[in-house]
């Protein structure tokens, strides 16, 4: 049955939820004016308020969301495993769902990343990359690897090594002196190509100044770690899969590990499983999370080459990767990370969604022909745009008017995106666009 509250209860709700819950990356006076959104039940696309009002999440629900909200065919995988194991440690013991989830995984990643360390959110998995990544250096007689580079505007999460290597001042600012400082090289981001310079032109120019930068500082980095195609937080900057084909190759000349965050792009964000498919080359690590359980359950997973895994093999204790969490490699989780991948071989997911991605991208047109709209840009599932001249404080008009048209909107400064869960219908899609349009025509 669904729960209806009154007026009264709703807002005594969210006073309940306001004196009792610190909401993440929220200032939270801001809820002074603006409220909360009470969820009480999800369904497909759409999420459910307390009132039956409905909301589009054309977010994912934070990137996290590939086939619906309560999809019966994860619900009924994760019911199962509830019936024969909720949790075990992870050290000293093993289960099914993570032994089946990591020879799965071993099959679809690019060739050679046959070995899965588990963690549970996306910047734990980045924590144990960068970890690892000195670690295996330290292991191999060059201990001085302890640097790490990454790109301007990378968003790698926000523990303190992940931090280290995210490029949001927003975030890093009140940290800095907790966190190690590392160099960041140029962003292959087209958007800041030169005029009449191709996007990937403008790749292999920033790639050149990746390979100025690790010949003269290689000695003291031990890896570099990029969001393949697709830098999200930095407003869904895209850019050309040549960056990522020249820079494993620079890597390798210099002796540094390429670590490739797909937390955000991979389970078939960009078009392919992975991101990395579409630069034909295979990275030291690839870290995975939010898409990986459909986005039901906190896993992440880094995977990782045979070359650094036997570094870590041997005799004496110390030598190996003595890093854990409590909820590492959780078998419900791992179960619904089991049950995403099925929907995948099962829908052919990845066809489906080329072809959704090109009905979109035609019935975006009068979005991408709007006079204030600019850059109109699509990788895969992922489409962004700025808008000009808008008005103050856009963002936050933008999400308060989305929601009175039944979107759930979440620009990032001005730049408006949709990166919907992958069972977005036709009909879906055309309210999205065209109240989108509504809303952008009020506020520019
Ligand atoms: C590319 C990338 N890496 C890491 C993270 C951090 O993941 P989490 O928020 O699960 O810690 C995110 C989250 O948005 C991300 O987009």
């Known amino acids: ?48 308020d307390f009132d039956g009002k409905r909301y589009l999440d054309t977010v994912s629900s934070w990137w996290v969301n590939l086939f619906g909200h309560c999809n019966p065919r994860i619900n009924a995988a994760l019911t199962d495993q509830l019936g024969k194991l909720e949790h075990v440690m992870l050290a000293g013991f093993t289960h099914e769902p993570v032994v089946s989830l990591s020879e799965r995984l071993r099959e679809l990643a690019p060739a050679g990343l046959g070995h899965c360390f588990y963690g549970s959110d996306g910047a734990s ?62 962003s292959p981001d087209w958007r800041d190509a030169a005029n009449g310079e191709s996007p990937e032109d403008y790749a292999l120019r920033c790639a050149a100044a990746l390979d100025a930068h690790l010949q003269q500082h290689h000695e003291d980095i031990a890896a570099f770690i990029i969001e393949p ?16 084909h020249q820079a494993r190759k620079i890597c390798s000349r210099y002796g540094v590990h390429l ?9 078939g964000r960009t078009g392919t499983m992975f991101a990395c498919e579409q630069a034909n080359i295979v990275p030291d690590f690839i870290l995975l999370s939010k898409g990986i359980t459909g ?14 895994y036997r570094a870590f093999y041997a005799d004496e204790t110390a030598r190996g990767f003595l890093h854990s969490h409590s909820y590492t490699g959780n078998p419900l989780a791992c179960r619904a990370a089991l049950a995403t991948l099925d929907i995948f071989a099962q829908d052919d997911v990845l066809t489906t969604n080329r072809r959704k991605a090109a009905f979109l991208n035609r019935v975006a047109q009068p979005l991408r022909a709007h006079p204030n709209v600019r850059n109109f840009r699509n990788t895969g599932m992922v489409w962004a745009f700025e808008v000009a001249e808008p008005h103050a404080d856009f963002a936050q008009h933008c999400f308060s008017l989305g929601l009175e048209h039944e979107l759930l909107l979440r620009p990032m400064g001005n730049t408006v995106y949709f990166m919907p869960p992958y069972i977005i219908t036709e009909e879906e899609m055309e309210l999205m666009v065209a109240r989108t349009l509504t809303i952008i025509d009020k506020l520019t």
């Open 1 to 48: 049955m669904m729960l209806r509250m009154s007026a009264n209860a709703n807002s005594d709700f969210l006073a309940r939820s306001i004196s009792a819950v610190w909401h993440p990356c929220t200032q939270m006076k801001r809820h002074e004016t603006l409220p909360l959104v009470p969820i009480s039940r999800g369904e497909g696309i759409w999420l459910y």
């Open 125 to 186: 998995a980045t924590e144990i990359a960068l970890k690892m990544s000195a670690h295996y250096w330290r292991n191999n007689g060059k201990p001085k690897k302890t640097q790490f580079l990454s790109l301007q505007n990378s968003y790698h999460g926000e523990t303190l090594g992940a931090l280290s290597v995210t490029d949001v001042a927003l975030f890093r600012d009140a940290y800095g002196a907790l966190i190690q400082q590392n160099a960041t090289v140029a």
């Open 229 to 244: 195609l697709i830098q999200g937080a930095a407003g869904m900057a895209m850019y050309h899969a040549s960056y990522i």
């Open 259 to 267: 670590i490739a965050d797909e937390i955000a792009v991979g389970m």
């Open 295 to 308: 986005g039901y359950l906190p896993l992440s997973i880094v995977m990782t080459t045979d070359e650094i």
